[in-house]
């Protein structure tokens, strides 16, 4: 009985994910706030609060890729990152840099790659933000949840959408 109510639940977070992933006005709302007069760290506080209620999202960090090194610039949730400066070599951030595509791990407790940032986080998704004219990596959205397997399809394309947006945080 348990596992059925489970299964409703998070159908039901999925769907309601999806219709928030198509909400066009999500990239109107990127536009705004990347063309605001702030600065670029509340610009990018901004963004992954955003992203983070349209996905549903319980923690969103906005990462810097600067030359061997990952910065965490701004983040959702009541907590900064556990490791908030590390080198690309390492993580599934580094992963994902040294890739230049889009890691998505179903249960860290199971990748030897991930450098634990909650203790309870289960399943995490890493995507580029790419130069949209050299294609270097210029920053990273990471997205983590306390459920295993918890990002969908769905979820990459919506969260790749808003990384080919947030290049412009690097002008």
Same mark, same amino acid.
Request: charged share 20%; glycine share 8%; hydrophobic share 40%.
């Given at each position: 009985?348990?596992? %059925?109510?489970?299964?409703?639940?998070?159908?039901?977070?999925?769907?309601a994910?999806?219709?928030? $992933?198509?909400?066009?006005?999500?990239l109107?709302?990127? #536009? #705004?706030?990347?063309e605001?007069?702030?600065?670029?760290?509340?610009?990018?506080? !901004?963004?992954?609060?955003?992203?983070g209620? !349209?996905?549903?999202?319980r923690?969103?960090?906005?990462?810097?890729?600067?030359g061997?090194e990952i910065a965490?610039?701004?983040?959702t949730?009541?907590?900064?990152?556990? /490791?908030?400066?590390?080198? /690309? !070599?390492?993580?599934? #951030?580094?992963?994902?840099?040294?890739?230049?595509? %889009?890691?998505?791990v179903?249960?860290?407790t199971?990748?030897?790659?991930?450098? %634990?940032?909650?203790?309870?986080?289960?399943?995490?998704i890493?995507?580029p933000?790419? $130069?949209p004219?050299?294609?270097?990596?210029?920053?990273?959205?990471?997205?983590?949840?306390?459920?295993? $397997?918890?990002?969908t399809?769905?979820?990459?394309?919506?969260?790749?959408? #808003?990384?080919?947006?947030l290049s412009r945080?690097?002008?």
């Amino acid at each position: 009985m348990a596992i %059925t109510a489970r299964i409703i639940v998070q159908r039901i977070d999925q769907a309601a994910r999806i219709v928030q $992933h198509n909400d066009p006005q999500i990239l109107d709302q990127i #536009c #705004c706030v990347l063309e605001s007069s702030n600065d670029r760290t509340v610009k990018a506080q !901004s963004l992954a609060e955003l992203i983070g209620r !349209s996905g549903g999202y319980r923690w969103v960090g906005i990462y810097d890729v600067a030359g061997d090194e990952i910065a965490a610039i701004a983040w959702t949730g009541p907590d900064a990152p556990a /490791v908030p400066r590390f080198p /690309v !070599s390492q993580g599934l #951030c580094g992963a994902a840099v040294r890739s230049g595509a %889009t890691v998505v791990v179903g249960d860290v407790t199971e990748d030897p790659r991930y450098l %634990t940032t909650f203790g309870s986080t289960r399943s995490e998704i890493i995507v580029p933000m790419l $130069h949209p004219v050299t294609g270097a990596i210029l920053g990273l959205i990471d997205v983590e949840s306390e459920r295993v $397997h918890a990002f969908t399809q769905d979820d990459r394309a919506f969260l790749e959408k #808003c990384a080919s947006s947030l290049s412009r945080l690097w002008d």
